[in-house]
């Protein structure tokens, strides 16, 4: 059974004059004996302050996992120099791209595409306790300043000012929410959706 910790909370902040200040929640996941760090976001101290709670350092880390490669999710990768990097398809391996299946390599974690905010998406299914976690990058967020509402309907109505494709966004949310028990979105509180109210919403 996997082991699952939320390192920091994500965040969108506006900035006066424009622009924004943003980072996603980096999640740690520790299953059948490998460390998988999923987003490590742009906020270094965070991170660092998170991995250093767990008495880890960036070398203990043995897998990288990234949601999607809008940039306020991955520029600490830089800080993994040496560590393997994977996506929905790929382990990434210096200069190789090394296939794998449904499942990150030597766990049960499992790679579900959740297209929409992006179209190479992607969030992860962790057992845990007896229940299924969502680790679901983009596929919800919120900005610091919004009510963060998480019942099925302000979910899957849950505007999303960059997404590529609405249609795709709420097909993967549906396909998500119905399997999710807890639920770790890219920027703001994990949540515990209440799947019995999926099937009016179908």
């Known amino acids: ?6 390192l920091a909370e994500g965040y969108v902040l506006s900035l006066e004059g424009g622009g924004l200040k ?3 929640s980096p999640v740690l996941i520790e299953d059948a004996g490998t460390r998988i760090l999923v987003d490590p ?21 043995e897998m990288i996992f990234v949601t999607h490669t809008h940039l306020d999710h991955i520029l600490n990768l830089r800080l993994f120099p040496e ?17 794998y299946g449904k499942l990150i390599p030597r766990t049960g974690v499992e790679v579900v ?39 099925i309907g302000s979910l899957m109505a849950l505007e999303d000012e960059s997404a590529s494709d609405l249609r795709a966004l ?11 028990n807890v639920v770790i979105p890219g ?16």
Not at 189 to 196: H, N, S
């Open 1 to 6: 059974m996997a082991e699952i910790s939320v």
């Open 22 to 24: 943003a980072s996603p």
């Open 41 to 61: 976001g742009a906020d270094r101290k965070g991170l660092l302050c998170g991995l250093s709670r767990k008495g880890l350092h960036p070398e203990d880390v």
């Open 83 to 99: 560590t393997d990097v994977c996506d929905s398809s790929f382990i990434y391996r210096g200069d190789e791209e090394i296939p």
């Open 113 to 151: 595409p959740t297209p929409g905010h992006c179209p190479d998406h992607a969030s992860l299914l962790v057992p845990v306790d007896g229940e299924i976690w969502l680790v679901a990058g983009d596929l919800f967020w919120w900005r610091d300043d919004a009510v963060q509402k998480t019942d």
């Open 170 to 180: 709420r097909t993967s949310r549906m396909t998500a929410l119905a399997r999710a």
């Open 187 to 202: 920027h703001g509180k994990l949540f515990r959706p209440d799947r019995r109210s999926l099937s009016g919403l179908q």
